[in-house]
């Protein structure tokens, strides 16, 4: 059984870096992939950056594009995500998720997603 378990959020303020970690148990293969969702308060949960399992083929948002690094931490059952730059609007529940990929792409759509974490929280303020 898939498990997934986000840690590292917090407060910091804006310009501010933070690192999120997503440890994974339960894979059965290195065709997973594993990604990055955000939610604000009221808001939709939107697609943050992804990365096959197999450390290649990153994917990220245009809002986070240059500011946020995301990278399997080899040897260790975990993926990261690093963030630099913070914004106020960079607030939201962070949660990772995983799936077994069929064709090799890294999906944006959450409903894509099989398994999540149960989040994590970052506040961006002054």
């Known amino acids: 059984q898939v498990q997934l378990v986000e840690t590292g959020g917090g407060l910091v303020q804006p310009g501010d870096s933070l690192r999120l970690a997503c440890t994974a148990s339960?894979?059965?293969?290195?065709?997973?992939?594993v990604g990055w969702f955000r939610q604000a308060p009221g808001k939709e949960r939107e697609f943050v950056a992804a990365?096959?399992?197999?450390?290649?083929?990153?994917k990220y948002a245009d809002s986070v594009k240059g500011r946020f690094t995301v990278a399997r931490v080899l040897g260790k059952n975990a993926v990261i995500l690093q963030m630099r730059s913070l914004k106020p609007e960079d607030t939201a529940v962070y949660y990772c998720?995983?799936?077994?990929?069929?064709?090799?792409?890294?999906?944006?759509?959450?409903?894509?997603?099989?398994?999540w974490g149960q989040g994590t929280s970052v506040t961006v303020s002054s």
């Open positions: 998720a995983a799936v077994l990929s069929r064709d090799g792409n890294s999906p944006a759509a959450s409903a894509e997603y099989a398994y």
């Open positions: 339960g894979f059965t293969s290195s065709n997973y992939v």
């Open positions: 990365i096959k399992w197999s450390a290649i083929n990153m």
